[in-house]
């Protein structure tokens, strides 16, 4: 027999899957209210950079890519995906004051609603990736069945990061302003329109020092080269990832103490 605290256990489990599915429909919803085009504004704005990149990077200075718009979209999409999540943690106490301010609301789940809204607009977007590919003349392979764990890694990572913007906000409400300019720096200090091996090679490591890089290799490994990912930079981000999620968390949970004192 079940002990009452397995019994216990289980019922918290099923209220926060419950409670996050409420909380990312509820976001979807709030995100596409009164919108025409709704769900296809996730891909508008990677399509027009994509164009843009196209048209500079094949017209003007021609990197000589293969397979260039599948090489670029998919890099745009999985930026988008944790950059959007991260702008948007900032302002995840200050915008949700109702729900803080609830007695025993769990506030550690904001974050991950965040992250998982990202998570569903990547997912509905990757058949038009896999148009891309295909248009492209790549050859898909069985490899695509490791998709997901580049994916799980992503989404780790993105709330690692979340938890303590999450909190810095509350106290520091220039964070998110901080945070456009720097996200628009890493952007183009990640190959997300050129490649990694155009990178001279006495800047590589730095380049590895950003997570975003390992995973987009590891994306275009599967999806344009139909390869397996390079394991041990993988086996290096999830530790690095298994060591930032608790303490991402730790920050998060200290200043969630004083939240109703700084809203």
Excluded: C
């Excluded at 429909?25 to 196209?54: C, E, H, N």
């Excluded at 139909?226 to 200290?254: H, K, N, T």
Aim: no cysteine.
């Amino acid at each position: 027999m079940i002990n009452a605290g397995k019994v216990a256990y289980i019922r918290q489990i099923t209220h926060f899957f419950d409670l996050l599915r409420v909380l990312v429909d509820r976001d979807m919803k709030l995100l596409y209210k009164r919108s025409t085009l709704g769900i296809a504004w996730t891909l508008i704005s990677p399509l027009l950079q994509l164009a843009v990149f196209s048209f500079l990077f094949r017209s003007v200075v021609a990197l000589n890519i293969p397979k260039y718009s599948s090489f670029v979209f998919s890099g745009l999409l999985i930026w988008s995906w944790s950059q959007t999540a991260l702008f948007k943690s900032t302002g995840l106490i200050t915008s949700n004051e109702a729900l803080i301010r609830q007695p025993n609301f769990p506030t550690a789940i904001l974050p991950i609603v965040t992250t998982m809204t990202g998570l569903i607009h990547f997912v509905l977007a990757l058949p038009v990736l896999i148009i891309f590919l295909l248009i492209d003349g790549v050859h898909l392979n069985l490899v695509l069945l490791l998709l997901p764990l580049p994916m799980i890694i992503q989404f780790l990572l993105t709330v690692s990061f979340a938890y303590p913007l999450a909190a810095l906000n509350v106290t520091f409400r220039d964070t998110q302003h901080t945070l456009g300019v720097v996200l628009q720096m890493i952007f183009y200090l990640t190959p997300i329109f050129y490649d990694i091996n155009s990178v001279p090679e006495k800047f590589k490591i730095f380049y590895y020092l950003n997570p975003m890089v390992p995973l987009i290799e590891a994306y275009r490994a599967i999806l344009l080269k139909g390869m397996q990912p390079d394991w041990q930079a993988l086996l290096v981000l999830s530790l690095a990832v298994a060591a930032l999620l608790p303490i991402g968390l730790g920050i998060f949970r200290r200043q969630s103490d004083h939240f109703v004192e700084e809203l």
